[in-house]
């Protein structure tokens, strides 16, 4: 066994423990929180450093009403259209990334 290999043993077991941190089930904050703060000191970066290098963009939450979702028909991970042919084209002029998904409504029931 060569130094290299140790070495890989060592990242590995660090990357376990790490993902054992979070809470995938639930998405906890606290374990977030305790994931980046990890992150910040292995990669020795101070936290107004991290934060400046990202830039808000502003966002917007719309609910459309479509009286049969079955007529759209979106790519798999539900961020393009395919059909209606047109609407893609439509929702791109207006905004630069849009999630569509359809879910079900009570009065869908």
């Given at each position: ?20 941190l ?71 002029a ?16």
């Open positions: 066994r060569g130094l290299g290999d140790v070495y890989k043993r060592q990242v590995l077991e660090a990357l376990v423990q790490f993902l054992e979070s809470n995938q089930a639930v998405g906890d904050a606290l374990s977030n929180l305790l994931m980046v703060e990890a992150c910040l000191r292995v990669l020795n970066i101070g936290v107004n450093y991290w934060h400046n290098l990202f830039t808000d963009l502003p966002s917007k939450t719309s609910k459309v009403v479509i009286k049969d979702k079955s007529k759209i028909r979106t790519t798999n991970d539900e961020t393009k259209v395919i059909t209606p042919q047109g609407l893609q084209h439509d929702i791109d207006v905004c630069s990334t849009c999630l569509l998904y359809t879910s079900p409504s009570p009065r869908d029931s």
